[in-house]
């Protein structure tokens, strides 16, 4: 072992981290000229170095990618949507505008079990039944839901009496159009009537008329 | 290729896991070959290289996106190679029984990991030189070893990898170089 040997190694090492000044470079090959010991240590880490640059790169097994797939936890149901969204958008939107509207109206439909009707100043209530006495005159629409309707006097509108009936005495009068409503199906008819009536109400204009 | 890694890391932070079977694809054989190197099995490393990229997916928020992603991976894997290394160490005894081999103990089965005649060792291909080599080296100079020479990667890389300032990991690559001149003596 010789003196000079730890800050040469230092300088050897920079040397192969391609770390050193040009000053230093300098220095270690002169030094490297004159001593043999160091030279061959020098040799020795060059030949290292080299020997592991020699390792082959080593690839991943078959089937590494859908190994990692089936250990990862399992995906959100939201995110299997996002991708029909992202490969069918137009199949994407029918089925969520179709998922979202029969939701709604059904819900709407068999939810709405409560006795209501249309809050008009002459009517008389008798239990579940909506009276429209003989001799008043009811100005406006007037809708039933879940109870029934008699009318004996007049009503200046359409009457819509939703699961329930409808009794008409001699002396009533329905100016506009009549309708009872009973089953689902009918209640969505009604739904997607009175809607298409408030877009575009020149329809209901036509109605009237008619 | 960085761009593209950002892309798809924001789909999987969506919820999009067919996006991260790509990531895997992209860096599988990188992360395997560091595993491999590190723990000198292939079962072994193909199990830490799929556990590192599990983690990634489920810590995937934590990756801060203006860093490399290489970079942040690498450390996952790392760390689960040096986990599974120390754990390995006290995992058997030298004179327990290996089952199955009818009163044979570890002593006969040093040669997977320990020191080898010099004649065996001589006698071995190149490939299977350099693990045997690499496997010799302690953990912590193995690490930067592998990254330096194996992954090819710069100083200041392996010194974010492994969360150690540049000088530390400098005096590592020295020290590993070292110990690797001085167990392969002249070859």
Known sequence: MNTCQEPVIHLMHAYLDGDISRQDEQMLQAHLAECPHCREMMDELKMSALFLKSAAPVNAPEGFVSGVMARLPKEKSQAGFQRLLRRHPLVAAAALFLMLMSATLFSSYSNNQQFSFTKQPNLVIEGETVVVPAGEVVKGDLVVRNGNLRIEGEVDGNVTVIRGSKYMASTAV????????DKAF??????????VKEVFPSSKDEKKEE | MDELVNKRIN???KGNQDAFGEIVSLFQHRLYHVCYRMLGNPQEA??????????AYVNIHTYDQ????????YRIATNLCIDRIRKKKPDFYLDATVPGTDGLNMYSQISATGDLPEEEVERMETQERVQYEIGRLPDKYRTVIILRYLEELP???????LELPLGTVKTRVHRGREALRKQMGNM
């Not at chain 1, 329905?174 to 409503?181: D, R």
């Not at chain 2, 203006?66 to 991976?73: A, Y």
């Open chain 1, 174 to 181: 329905v100016t506009g159009t009549s309708e009872e409503i």
């Open chain 1, 186 to 195: 009918d209640w969505l008819w009604y739904k997607i009537k009175s809607t």
């Open chain 2, 11 to 13: 789909e999987v932070i």
């Open chain 2, 46 to 55: 193909e199990d830490i290289a799929q556990e590192a990229f599990v983690r």
């Open chain 2, 66 to 73: 203006k860093r490399k992603f290489s970079t942040w991976l």
């Open chain 2, 155 to 161: 100083l200041q890389e392996i010194s974010d990898i």
